[in-house]
């Protein structure tokens, strides 16, 4: 079955820029009625979704993080990424990467993300 | 931005317990809810979508309903790997968005 893996520093400089990479084996990235999805965590805390990506390339950000995220996909090495700039410590998270199933319940599209990475630990200090 | 709110926050139950974790969202969204499980340190695993649908591999004592703003993730018998957080979370509209938690512990 498809697996997620995320990947990428641990440690990142404030004002610098997050990059995560996930993996995706057992299934094409592009097969399926799917897309793609980065959600994070801060320790003790709730779930905060980041955004999505289609295969196209089409994607839609968290307002809030907007104007300093960016993501894109490599089908030919079946992995999507991340890019996070001008981090600060309210960065600092689990950062988690998901499959995003759209499910088609005429006349209804529903969205679920079934399949999730283990997630990354990112620390943002000097 | 959709705001969903989770009640209770935390909950203590016994083994054998019926608990009913409950989300209520700002404005009405149909049937666009899920319901996530998450023990600590794992990440989550979908439990629930589009409201009322078991996901495959979650047994039958776990139950989904509500349509709309208001919605209602029942254990119906607790076990003591049911232990874990729970999330609830809209996709209605981006930016989607998650209750807070549900944090059910042993009694």
């Known amino acids: 079955q498809v697996q997620l893996q995320e990947s990428g520093p641990g440690l990142v400089m404030p004002s610098q820029t997050l990059s995560l990479t996930c993996s995706v084996s057992?299934?094409?990235?592009?097969?399926?009625?799917?897309?793609w999805s980065w959600i994070r965590q801060p320790a003790g805390k709730g779930l905060e979704w980041i955004g999505r990506?289609?295969?196209?390339?089409?994607?839609n950000f968290h307002p809030s993080l907007k104007s300093r995220v960016t993501m894109s996909v490599d089908t030919s090495k079946n992995q999507f990424s991340l890019r996070l700039t001008s981090v600060t410590a309210a960065d600092t998270a689990v950062y988690y990467c998901?499959?995003?199933?759209?499910?088609?319940?005429?006349?209804?599209?529903?969205?679920?993300?079934?399949?999730w990475g283990k997630g990354t630990t990112v620390t943002v200090s000097s | 931005d959709i705001q969903m709110t989770q009640s209770p926050s935390s909950l203590s139950a016994s083994v054998g317990d019926r608990v009913t974790i409950t989300c209520r969202a700002s404005?009405?969204?149909?049937?666009?809810l899920n319901w996530y499980q998450q023990k600590p340190g794992k990440a989550p695993e979908l439990l629930i979508y589009?409201?009322?649908t078991l996901q495959s591999g979650f047994p039958s004592r776990f139950s989904g309903s509500g349509s709309g703003i208001d919605f209602t993730l029942t254990i119906g018998s607790l076990q003591p790997e049911d232990f874990a957080s729970y999330y609830c979370?809209?996709?209605?509209?981006?930016?989607?968005?998650f209750g807070q938690g549900t944090k059910v512990e042993i009694k």
């Open positions: 998901a499959r995003v199933v759209e499910w088609e319940v005429d006349p209804y599209y529903f969205y679920y993300m079934d399949v």
């Open positions: 057992g299934g094409s990235i592009s097969s399926g009625s799917y897309f």
């Open positions: 990506i289609y295969t196209s390339g089409s994607t």
């Open positions: 404005q009405s969204m149909s049937s666009y």
């Open positions: 589009a409201a009322t």
């Open positions: 979370q809209q996709t209605f509209r981006t930016p989607w968005t």
